[in-house]
């Protein structure tokens, strides 16, 4: 029977009690209409049991609760003109932890800004006004500056680019995989599209024109392949994964298996 019926029906129900508490009145009920039935009398015992019988499961009377919790919900849910209901105390706490995040970070670029500023006027101060006194405070200004860009990318953008490269890795690889079906592939190679426009929309760029001498600045060597001529040594066989960079830096290396030497006769050693 659905819970509305009986809450209607049944006036002793008191969601604010215990399921015990309620169980008692319910029963209580019952053995007075039993005594003295009601005109309707068919139709209170089939609502009176099925409430016994939602209050004595736990998990029946769980869900009434939730039935319940709702209804109250929408009862006192504010209107246009109305102030919204208060957060919960999960919310509160979550907002809370975010804010002291937030505001710590904050803080930090604050203090960051600040030194600049107290550099600033220090060398302003103390620097005889020469040819030099401009290019030294720009130079000082200049580096201070940099070092909240490196704050910030390290602190935030790092991680998530990364991130970012490793899910379209993963897709690179399902994509390549032979028992891949057609519809399927097509769908891969959008998502990746889609993933380098965002990376792309940050200033994250696939490498280009990578070298094909092994060049450890750039690369990095995930196998070696042996090879009997010397020309060939140390020269990059393949490419296993694309490399990026951000802002004219090298945020992950191009993955690469590279060619090495091994004079002939001596591979068995």
């Known amino acids: 029977m659905p819970f509305q019926d009986y809450y209607a029906a049944i ?6 009690l215990s399921r015990e508490e309620n169980l008692a009145r319910l029963r ?10 009601p005109v309707n009398g068919g139709e209170t015992k089939r609502t009176i049991a099925s409430a016994i019988e939602t209050f ?10 939730k039935w319940w919790e709702a209804q109250e919900a929408h009862v006192s849910a504010p209107h246009a003109s109305e ?6 105390v999960e919310q509160r706490d979550s907002a809370h932890q975010d804010t002291i995040f937030i505001e710590g970070m904050a803080s930090a670029l604050k203090e960051v800004k600040h030194s600049v500023l107290e550099l600033r006027q220090l060398f ?4 005889d006004r020469d040819e030099g006194k ?10 201070l500056e940099k070092y909240e860009r490196d704050f910030v990318f390290n602190q935030f953008q790092k991680q998530i680019f990364l991130d970012l490269i490793g899910l379209f890795d993963r897709i690179e690889v399902l994509r390549d995989r032979p028992t891949l079906g057609a519809e399927f592939r097509i769908d891969l190679e959008s998502l990746g599209r889609e993933v380098l426009q965002i990376l792309g929309h940050q200033g994250v ?5 990578t070298p094909s001498q092994f060049d450890e600045t750039l690369q990095e060597a995930v196998d070696t392949v042996e090879v009997y001529d010397p020309e060939q040594d140390k020269t990059v066989t393949e490419a296993a994964r694309k490399g990026f960079v951000y802002q004219e830096r090298v945020l992950r290396p191009e993955m690469v298996v590279v060619a090495k030497y091994v004079k002939k006769g001596d591979q068995d050693d």
């Open 205 to 209: 760029f696939p490498m280009e024109n």
């Open 11 to 16: 006036e002793e129900i008191d969601p604010s």
């Open 28 to 37: 209580k009920v019952a053995h007075t209409w039993k005594r003295d039935p």
């Open 134 to 143: 401009s290019k030294l405070i720009e130079a000082v200004v200049s580096r």
């Open 83 to 88: 102030e919204p209901a208060p957060a919960s």
């Open 124 to 127: 302003e101060a103390r620097i």
């Open 56 to 65: 004595s499961s736990e998990k029946l009377y769980d869900a009434f609760r």
